[in-house]
Nanobody, 114 residues
Framework: QVQLVESGGGLVQAGGSLRLSCTAS???????AGWYRQAPGKQRESVAT???????NYADSVKGRFTISRDNHKNTVTLQMNSLRPEDTAVYYC?????????WGRGTQVTVSS
């Protein structure tokens, strides 16, 4: 069973940057992955996804600011977040998934101050 651990969250001022990392206990080769976030009082939303082949998709709200990438050798998925805004404040979750299953990380808090 794959387990995921997120790291890199914290408090940052608007306009700053953070880099989130998701480390899997097992190989993530040939499976898809994504980052999701949930703000207080709001539903969880997709932020960015990356397929096993490297194709990416981004939410409109983060296009041009966030970049998702993966390193299959290190079993990691990263989210580089630049030009952060207070609206980006949320708990960010990593997910890896195949056609018939998915695994969530426990989440990491990102807080962007004005």
């Amino acid at each position: 069973q794959v387990q995921l651990v997120e790291s890199g969250g914290g408090l940052v001022q608007a306009g700053g940057s953070l880099r989130l990392s998701c480390t899997a206990s097992g190989s993530i080769f040939s499976i898809d992955a994504g980052w999701y976030r949930q703000a207080p009082g709001k539903q969880r939303e997709s932020v960015a996804t990356i397929t096993s082949g490297g194709s990416t998709n981004y939410a409109d709200s983060v296009k041009g600011r966030f970049t998702i990438s993966r390193d299959n050798h290190k079993n990691t998925v990263t989210l580089q977040m630049n030009s952060l805004r207070p609206e980006d404040t949320a708990v960010y979750y990593c997910r890896v998934y195949g056609p018939y299953w998915g695994v969530w990380g426990r989440g990491t808090q990102v807080t962007v101050s004005s």
